[in-house]
């Protein structure tokens, strides 16, 4: 087992749980911010229903990668939540408050009004919350030796309040692809003209944070400058990614372009990555200097093993089962 390095299988698995989470959960939140402007009350029963059979098994991936995270390194929860216990706050009331308002919704009758925002409001938030983490561990955190001493407002910068808009732009992207995908007639069009916007705004916040993150930090200018090989291949693969989505949405094809926003997060994705490797806190800690010990490691590893190909598992049977339009009337509650 010594000729096996741990943090690198962790590295991989928490890397696994963290992009499924934003993959599948940032949908369905996506639905949720764009759920407030459909055109109409029976065009918002359809994005619920669109979503319904899904939304609490996406966010088993946040647990999952969560649970992982505090195990395998336990000093990123050691720095991460003092310094960020606002924001983990607003993302679990956030997610809390929506699924609620999921049941709620569909039995209220007087109240429903406040159950439609409260649906809103919990997606919104909960995006937001999730943009301003990514933002905080950008820019990094003010630690001596292994332990916080920054203000708990600390994270609240401009440049955190940008990419928390910049992902509430991106699940929107997200949701209203996914609902051309899932519906049809008058909801579709209209998923597919705001499909068309959230792109545009997408990647100007690619622009923006593209351009802003190495000006502000010396490392991550100097990785992306002295490399300009291969690196830059991967800008290029998100700007061939996002013609492909939008020549989808104008030929008006129904399942390339959610595969093809899939895409796009999976190469913005691995540009964070490469940005901030190998620190898991920024500016000073790596993985490894981060990591429990190998048999902890080891320890979870089994258990994890035996647990992943299950989630994998009964996320893939829910799909398959829950496959197709919805309809009016057809709704899962």
Do not use: C
């Amino acid at each position: 087992m010594e000729l096996i390095d741990l943090t690198l299988v962790w590295i991989a698995i928490i890397g696994l749980g963290v992009f499924m989470y934003v993959l599948l959960d940032g949908f369905d939140l996506g639905v949720g911010i764009l759920y407030p402007f459909a055109p109409g009350e029976e065009e918002r029963d359809l994005m619920m229903d669109s979503v319904a059979p899904v939304w609490d098994g996406n966010e088993t991936w946040l647990v999952l990668g969560g649970a992982g995270l505090l195990g395998a390194f336990p000093l990123v929860y050691s720095v991460f939540l003092p310094a960020l216990y606002i924001g983990v706050f607003l993302l679990l009331a956030g997610l809390i408050f929506r699924g609620v308002a999921f049941e709620f919704r569909a039995k209220a009758n007087r109240s429903r009004p406040f159950w439609n925002w409260a649906f809103t409001l919990g997606s919104g938030v909960a995006s937001f919350a999730q943009g301003a983490v990514v933002g905080a561990y950008i820019q990094g955190f003010e630690t001596e030796g292994f332990t916080y001493v920054g203000g708990p407002l600390d994270w609240l910068t401009p440049f955190v309040v940008m990419t928390g808009l910049g992902v509430v732009a991106g699940y929107a992207l997200l949701g209203a692809t996914w609902l051309i995908m899932k519906t049809e007639g008058e909801l579709q069009d209209w998923a597919r003209r705001v499909a068309s916007r959230t792109l545009l705004a997408v990647l100007a916040f690619f622009v923006i944070v593209s351009l802003w993150t190495p000006l502000a930090h010396a490392e991550v200018m100097s990785r992306w400058l002295d490399n300009l090989n291969w690196l830059w291949l991967f800008p290029v693969v998100t700007l061939l990614v996002s013609y492909w989505l939008w020549r989808a949405l104008q030929q008006r094809q129904e399942g390339t372009p959610f595969v093809a926003a899939m895409a796009l997060f999976a190469t913005f994705y691995v540009g964070l990555l490469i940005s901030m490797w190998p620190y898991a806190v920024p500016p000073h800690h790596t993985f490894w200097d981060a990591s429990s010990s190998p048999d902890a490691q080891l320890f979870l590893l089994v258990g994890m093993l035996l647990l992943l190909p299950v989630v994998m598992g009964y996320t893939a049977w829910t799909y398959w089962v829950f496959r197709g339009k919805v309809r009016p009337g057809e709704g899962y509650h």
